[in-house]
């Protein structure tokens, strides 16, 4: 298989086993989303648009070329002002005013508020405001457009009236002008006087011709007066078909859920590539160098750090296929050897897989020898066969034994197990004192009691708690590992099954427990490529 492929089925795997995480996220952009959208006020909103044309024709008031955006006497403005101008307060007044609403300086300030205007290019202008239903949004939008164009015309027609009478009295004053000059042409000409005559004749050609030109272009003012704007208009009035309401529930939710949706995949890739512990077969199988023998499902959330107790019948099938994933690696061929059972940090099943394990091997009829060689741990819940005492001594109490008899009395100290054929060596009971010296003896105990036994199995201490488990590991043939998910770091399981593999005694394979129902990787220890790492070959 590519490592590209196992990247992508690693990562969907971790969103599906996440997927929990997932869907809060998504409801949880969903909820915010209904509780943005739910208090808000219902509003509609219509646009309409208009197009403007110039309000005074440039060509009346002979303004230069170049001039004609800017507009005559500032009519036309900017775009941009334009816009501000149509939705600004005073433009407001007189809208609210035309739609029978309150004059009141808060209610215009509201209307202007509300409203919208863009300049779409430099003569069209989109006009959008809301009001409490789809008619009055519309009647609102069509009044400023209409307003804003009435204002337009009435500002023309102003202009030209005053611009018309103002030519008028030109035309007065030159032709009064003109009139006054032929009574100094007559004395000239008494005189005779030919020259001046002559030129004041001109002069007053050019006082009648003038007072003429003012009353044409008064009268042309007064033509363009009666149809001052009507090249602007409203091209595309607001109607109730093309009204929207808002807020828009369905929109807001489905922004939420796909919010929520990128969040939730954000935190689940997060919490799998930054998680420092143990949550897959395949990561429990790189960090040992050795395959996930047997896994426990137990349905762990990624908030639990701990794992349950597992019940008899569960520790009996873990331990059995062990057993038989080993037979041929830390056993011999007929099933003899010696194998430690130990986990990375305290588990409370550790000691059920090694019992598990010893009264399989117990029941295919050969002599077995558990020892609990964590004296410091919790008692074991184990069930003890008949003719056992019912407080036995144990490991502990071997520490007051001399030295040239302690394995003698260490194989009297056997009690029988649940199993028979099967003989438990258990931690015992003693002082602090004696808890303290009782670790330095369990190798060396260990390793006589393999003389008595075709099988024996030790459940050591937690790593975590005790660290020198080198000795003990060197007693023995193999390790098998029980790794927590969710609770056991890789780095800590690498470091220790390193110096267990340094001690002669290297891992055979994992048990691993809390396992996610969902998690089908293959529990083979595979390096970045794809290979079986080497310390894993059988």
């Not at 395959?291 to 959330?301: E, I």
């Not at 000795?471 to 609770?487: E, S, T, Y």
Request: glycine share 8%.
């Amino acid at each position: 298989m590519e490592p590209g492929t196992m990247v992508w089925r690693d990562a969907v795997q971790s969103l599906w086993r996440r997927r929990l995480l997932i869907g809060a996220c998504m409801l949880l952009g969903v909820a915010g989303a209904f509780a943005f959208a739910l208090p808000q006020t219902a509003r509609w909103t219509a646009t309409s648009e208009i197009l403007v044309g110039p309000a005074v024709p440039p060509a009346l008031l002979d303004l230069p070329a170049g001039l004609d955006k800017t507009g005559p006497l500032g009519l036309d403005l900017p775009a941009e002002t334009q816009a501000r101008v149509v939705a600004s307060p005073s433009t407001m007044r007189l809208v609210a005013a035309k739609l029978g609403l309150s004059s009141a300086d808060d209610e215009v300030q509201k209307l202007s508020a509300v409203t919208r205007v863009k300049a779409v290019t430099d003569n069209s202008y989109v006009i959008t405001t809301d009001g409490p239903t789809a008619e009055e949004a519309v009647r609102r939008a069509n009044m400023i457009a209409r307003v804003y164009l009435e204002q337009r015309r009435a500002a023309a027609q102003s202009v030209l009236a005053t611009l018309a009478v103002q030519n008028e009295q030109r035309a007065t004053t030159t032709s009064t002008q003109a009139n006054g000059l032929q009574r100094s042409i007559d004395n000239a000409l008494s005189r005779s006087q030919d020259g001046l005559a002559s030129s004041l004749r001109d002069k007053q050609v050019d006082l009648r011709t003038s007072s003429v030109d003012f009353k044409d272009k008064a009268k042309a003012l007064r033509e363009a007066a009666d149809s001052a704007g009507s090249t602007s208009s409203v091209v595309t009035p607001a109607s109730t078909q093309s009204a929207t309401v808002s807020p828009k529930i369905a929109r807001d939710a489905i922004v939420g859920g796909v919010l929520g949706l990128v969040l939730g995949i954000g935190l689940a890739l997060a919490s799998t590539h930054l998680s420092p512990f143990v949550a897959t077969r395949d990561e429990a199988a790189r960090s040992a160098g050795a395959p996930v023998l047997t896994a426990s499902t137990t349905g762990r959330r990624w908030w639990h750090r701990t794992a349950r107790r597992l019940d008899s019948a569960e520790l009996t099938a873990l331990g059995t296929e062990v057993v038989s994933a080993i037979a041929h690696r830390g056993y011999s061929a007929d099933g003899e050897g010696a194998v430690l059972v130990l986990s990375a940090s305290p588990s409370p099943n550790a000691d059920g897989v090694a019992l598990a394990m010893a009264a399989a091997t117990a029941r295919e009829g050969r002599r077995t020898v558990l020892v609990f060689a964590d004296v410091r741990g919790p008692r074991p819940e184990v069930k003890l066969g008949r003719g056992a005492p019912e407080n036995p001594e144990g490991l502990v109490d071997l520490v007051a034994e001399p030295a040239h008899s302690r394995n003698d009395k260490a194989r009297k100290l056997l009690v029988p197990g649940p199993t028979p054929d099967l003989q438990l060596l258990l931690p015992g009971r003693g002082d602090e004192q004696a808890l303290t010296v009782a670790p330095a003896l369990v190798p060396g105990i260990v390793a006589d009691l393999r003389a008595s036994a075709e099988t024996l199995v030790v459940h050591g201490p937690a790593a975590d708690r005790n660290h020198g488990v080198a000795p003990l590991a060197a007693a023995v043939d193999g390790c098998v590992l029980v790794v927590q998910c969710g609770h056991d770091r890789q780095s800590r399981v690498s470091r220790l099954c390193a110096s267990l593999e340094f001690a002669g005694a290297p891992v055979l394979g994992v048990v691993l427990i809390g396992a996610h129902r969902d998690d089908e990787t293959l529990g083979i220890p595979l390096d970045a490529n794809g290979h079986l790492i080497e310390s894993a070959r059988p």
